[in-house]
């Protein structure tokens, strides 16, 4: 059986802060971690929901709908799938079909895109 988890649903803006203020407001969340660039925030303890991560993109460009063509497709978000075995859920997920990416930012994280190229994040928590 998998040990994959949907833990956070990651959201580039222009202003992380910003957006996950207005997010805290509208869901009624709360920060559980405050970086220069990136904050997560999810629902008070003992509610269900989802975390939401929020990362600074310099140069992101808003999203349009109905979708148009644009010279260049910009990620908008993507997954982080919390695991318990980082190199064993790797291997499932690359047998599944997704491939590694070039980029890979730390040790405790292995970012890979699945076959239509979106990037999602396996991750497992650290001791600290």
């Known amino acids: 059986m998998s040990s994959a988890?949907?833990?956070t649903v990651v959201l580039d803006a222009s202003d992380a802060?910003?957006?996950?203020?207005?997010?805290?407001r509208l869901l009624g969340y709360e920060v559980r971690a405050d970086e220069?660039?990136?904050?997560?925030?999810g629902p008070p303890p003992g509610a269900p929901g989802?975390?939401?991560?929020?990362?600074?993109?310099?140069?992101?460009?808003p999203p349009v709908r109905p979708t148009r063509r644009r010279e260049e497709q910009q990620m908008m978000?993507?997954?982080?799938?919390?695991?318990?075995?980082?190199?064993?859920?790797t291997?499932?997920?690359?047998?599944?079909?997704?491939?590694?990416?070039?980029?890979?930012?730390?040790?405790?994280?292995?970012?890979?895109?699945?076959?239509s190229g979106h990037p999602f994040c396996l991750w497992v928590e650290t001791p600290a």
């Open 77 to 89: 978000l993507h997954l982080d799938i919390e695991v318990d075995d980082l190199e064993a859920e």
């Open 36 to 41: 220069p660039d990136r904050v997560l925030i």
């Open 5 to 7: 988890r949907l833990s």
């Open 50 to 61: 989802t975390a939401l991560a929020f990362e600074t993109e310099p140069g992101c460009v």
């Open 91 to 115: 291997g499932r997920a690359v047998a599944e079909g997704a491939r590694l990416a070039d980029y890979q930012p730390q040790d405790d994280v292995r970012v890979l895109l699945d076959p």
């Open 17 to 24: 802060h910003e957006l996950a203020g207005f997010s805290m």
